[in-house]
């Protein structure tokens, strides 16, 4: 009796095992099927099939998912775009913000683009939402990775926290949430080799391709590229360095002044800042920076600009400057707030404007 009851448990098991062997197939032969499914402009695109062919050489390009807007396979040389999508459950007016970036950019792009989305559980159903509205604008082969973002920032922790006191208001504030200085570490956990980052509050009025090509003006030592801050944002910030250096040129407006960037729009040469000795040295010790604030009585509260800005004073070499036709700044906050007197000097941009940027919540005409 004891050993038909073995014997009759031991079939049981054997049926449970490949029962679920059977549903294993079964599920990878599904995803892989899935997986091999492409969309553009269909009525019910699959934009939730899983995209397992990405590059991720790290855990910390662990992804929600990845999704193709074309069934066109060539993805050869693309244009590497990020942008952040955070908080969107709190912040309805930033659906409507990255609709707008990402179908400008889809709308003027002639190169094939490969589209980094770093985004949140919340925001995750609006995230897809967005991308469903803005495929329609695709012209061109287009690639999407939709990374969690708390897991991009988890392995920048200590460089997080080591920055943030320095260059946020106050615990809490808005420029106190790690993700304003991802940036600066992002080559340690993106395995690209350029990227152009801009913020969801952009949008493009040209072809992103002219904006990359860029990168092939960088200097032998520039790793970032960046446009001036178009506020007189650092004349307030060193003001009292500037009391005790009147000869100082930082904080004036441009051409001759080093006025400081802003961040909305980045050109990050992300090989290069693997093998840059001195921005690594620079991101791995924090007292030259506590240094540089010390020397410049530096008291930011704007998250990785203030980072570059500060860095800028010191080690121009790092960068290339973006012209302020890539990242026309709308906003004219300091212009009514104690500062309409050089304001202009700031604020003047000459030229075609390629990317209008709606800083502090400016409005962006649609025409």
């Not at 807007?69 to 942008?83: A, C, G, L, Q, W």
């Amino acid at each position: 009796m004891i050993l038909h009851t073995y014997t009759y448990t031991k079939l049981i098991r054997i049926i449970l095992i490949l029962l679920v062997f059977t549903l294993l197939v079964i599920f990878l032969f599904v995803s892989d099927s899935v997986t091999s499914r492409t969309f553009s402009k269909t009525p019910d695109p699959c934009i939730l099939c899983p995209y397992t062919n990405v590059t991720s050489k790290t855990e910390s390009e662990l992804l929600h998912f990845g999704i193709s807007f074309t069934e066109n396979d060539e993805y050869n040389n693309p244009i590497d775009v990020m942008v952040f999508f955070v908080h969107a459950h709190s912040n309805p007016n930033l659906r409507r913000k990255l609709n707008r970036c990402i179908s400008s950019l889809f709308n003027h792009s002639t190169s094939v683009i490969y589209l980094h989305l770093l985004t949140d559980s919340p925001s995750l159903d609006s995230a897809v939402q967005v991308l469903k509205e803005s495929a329609s604008f695709s012209k061109v082969p287009v690639k999407v990775t939709l990374y969690d973002v708390n897991i991009i920032m988890k392995p920048l922790t200590d460089l997080i926290n080591s920055l943030r006191p320095h260059f946020s208001y106050k615990q809490g504030a808005y420029y106190s949430d790690g993700l304003f200085y991802i940036s600066i570490g992002l080559f340690r956990v993106i395995s690209l080799k350029r990227l152009i980052l801009v913020d969801a509050d952009v949008k493009f009025l040209h072809d992103v391709k002219a904006l990359h090509n860029y990168f092939n003006n960088f200097s032998r030592n520039a790793v970032i590229g960046i446009a001036r801050e178009q506020q007189p944002v650092y004349r307030h910030v060193l003001n009292a360095y500037r009391r005790t250096h009147n000869n100082s040129k930082i904080g004036d407006p441009p051409p001759d002044g080093i006025s400081g960037f802003n961040s909305g729009v980045l050109l990050l040469d992300l090989h290069k800042m693997r093998n840059s000795s001195l921005y690594l040295y620079i991101v791995d010790n924090s007292s030259v920076i506590l240094g540089l604030i010390e020397k410049y009585q530096f008291k930011g509260h704007l998250g990785d600009q203030d980072f570059y800005s500060l860095l800028s004073f010191e080690y121009p070499e790092l960068f290339h400057l973006l012209p302020c036709t890539w990242n026309r700044q709308l906003c004219q906050w300091w212009k009514h707030h104690g500062y309409s007197n050089v304001f202009d000097l700031y604020y003047a941009c000459n030229g075609e404007i390629h990317l209008l940027h709606g800083n502090c919540n400016s409005a962006i005409r649609d025409s």
